[in-house]
């Protein structure tokens, strides 16, 4: 069974920094990219970042490129985002999800049920 | 960049069908995905590369894609239908490689 764990969430203060990390477990993991997509209170999907299996190549979103750095670490079947300079914008519901694809972003056939990010001073 | 739209909300009367519809330039050059999202929970896809489902939806829900327009199809729609609804493309050739539509959120009567 695919599981994926989020954890790291919590309160920032604006230009705080967190790493958030998803322990996944039931499939070949660097056999799958991975993505990492928020939604803030009362609104939509949106989509923030994506890793390839191998961790060769990354891929961001306009809003969080240069603030954030995904990551991996396959001999632990974790993948990380590492969020720097946040902003109240950031708040959010952060989900890791399993992409179909191993190499670039495709659709994510598994979530993790999320972690709360909240930015406020 | 690349943008999707969809109506923020549509509502249907038990066992008719919903036709969500996700709008973009030339979509049908695209591989559309579609997520259903229940409040409190996860995203879950229902339709992946315009018209396959996953194992487990039931062959009510339907997808296709063409010109400017994908759709998600709903027949015999049901109460625990009632989700908000998210169209996705993947495009390593665009920036940014994923995009998200608005979402519509499904009122069953």
């Known amino acids: 069974e695919v599981q994926l764990l989020e954890s790291g969430g919590g309160l920032v203060q604006p230009g705080g920094s967190l790493r958030l990390s998803c322990a996944a477990s039931g499939f070949a993991f660097s056999s799958y990219a991975m993505t990492w997509v928020r939604q803030a209170p009362g609104k939509g999907l949106e989509w923030v970042s994506g890793i390839s299996g191998s961790g060769a190549s990354t891929y961001y979103a306009d809003s969080v490129r240069g603030r954030f750095t995904i990551s991996r670490d396959n001999s632990k079947n974790t993948v990380y985002l590492h969020m720097n300079s946040l902003r109240a914008e950031d708040t959010a519901v952060y989900y890791c999800a399993k992409d179909h694809s191993g190499y670039e972003p495709d659709h994510s056939d598994y979530w993790g049920h999320g972690t709360q990010v909240t930015v406020s001073s | 960049s690349y943008v999707l739209t969809q109506p923020p909300s549509m509502s249907v009367a038990p066992g008719r069908t919903a036709t969500i519809a996700c709008g973009g330039s030339?979509?049908?050059?695209?591989?559309v995905h579609w997520y259903q999202q229940k409040p409190g929970q996860a995203p879950m896809v229902v339709i992946y590369?315009?018209?396959d489902r996953p194992s487990g939806i039931p062959e009510r829900f339907t997808g296709s894609n063409s010109g400017n327009t994908a759709t998600l199809t709903i027949s015999r729609v049901e109460a625990g239908d009632e989700a908000d609804y998210y169209c996705?493309?993947?495009?390593?050739?665009?920036?940014?490689?994923?995009?998200f539509g608005g979402g519509t959120k499904l009122t069953v009567l």
């Open positions: 590369y315009d018209r």
């Open positions: 030339n979509i049908e050059r695209k591989s």
């Open positions: 996705q493309v993947c495009d390593s050739s665009s920036d940014p490689y994923v995009v």
